[in-house]
C-alpha cells in the first residue's frame, strides 16, 4: 500500500501567527533606537501578515488631545484627529482597546475611506501608563477582528511601549 509522508507543515492558528509576528518584530528592532523606524517597522510587518488588514497605522500623541498621523500601510489616511473625535480618539481617550465589527453602526467613525467596514484600535502606552498613541487596522471585510486580534494587538502594543521607554531612558 502507498504511503504517502507529507511534509507540508500544519497552518498556523491566527493567535500562532500573532506569537511569530511578535517574535519577528522584536527581533527586527532589537537594537534599533530610532522610533519612527521602529513604528514603520512594526506597521510594515503587521499590514501583510494578514490578508484582512485593508490599513494599517499608527497615531502619535503629539501635544495633549491630539493624535497626528505616524507610519502607515494602505490609502490615505486622516491626518489630524482630535482625542474627542473617531475610534482612534474614543481609544486615546479611555486607553482602551476598540473593536468596532461594524463601522456604520459606529456614530464617531471617522471615515478615511469608504471601503473600511471594521475596525480596531488599540492604545500604545509606556509601562508607566502614558499614552503615546494608538495602533489602528482597518479592514474592507465586516467583522475582520475578534478577540484573537485584540490579545495579539496588545501585545504588539505593549512591546511598542516598553521598547519606546527604553528609547528615551
Ligand atoms: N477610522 C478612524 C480614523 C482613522 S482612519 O480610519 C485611517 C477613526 O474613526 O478614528
Not at 18 to 36: F, G, H, K, P, R
Not at 56 to 73: A, C, D, S
Request: with cysteine.
Amino acid at each position: 500500500m502507498l504511503e504517502i509522508i507529507s511534509f507540508i507543515p500544519a497552518a498556523m492558528s491566527r493567535d500562532e501567527q500573532y506569537q511569530d509576528l511578535l517574535s519577528n518584530i522584536s527581533a527586527m528592532v532589537a537594537d534599533e533606537t530610532d522610533w519612527i523606524s521602529v513604528m514603520a517597522t512594526t506597521v510594515c510587518e503587521l499590514h501583510h501578515k494578514f490578508d484582512a488588514f485593508n490599513w494599517t497605522g499608527i497615531y502619535r500623541v503629539t501635544e495633549p488631545g491630539i493624535l497626528k498621523i505616524g507610519p502607515y500601510q494602505g490609502t490615505h489616511g486622516c491626518l489630524t484627529i482630535p482625542f474627542e473625535k473617531g475610534v482612534c480618539g474614543a481609544s486615546a481617550r479611555s486607553k482602551k482597546t476598540q473593536l468596532v465589527p461594524d463601522v456604520s453602526k459606529r456614530s464617531d467613525h471617522i471615515a478615511c475611506s469608504a471601503t473600511t467596514q471594521s475596525e480596531i484600535v488599540i492604545p500604545i502606552c509606556t509601562p508607566d501608563g502614558t499614552l503615546i498613541g494608538v495602533l489602528d487596522v482597518d479592514s474592507d471585510e465586516i467583522n475582520a477582528f475578534d478577540d484573537t486580534d485584540v490579545k495579539g494587538l496588545e501585545q504588539i502594543t505593549t512591546f511598542l511601549g516598553v521598547h519606546y521607554a527604553s528609547i528615551i531612558a
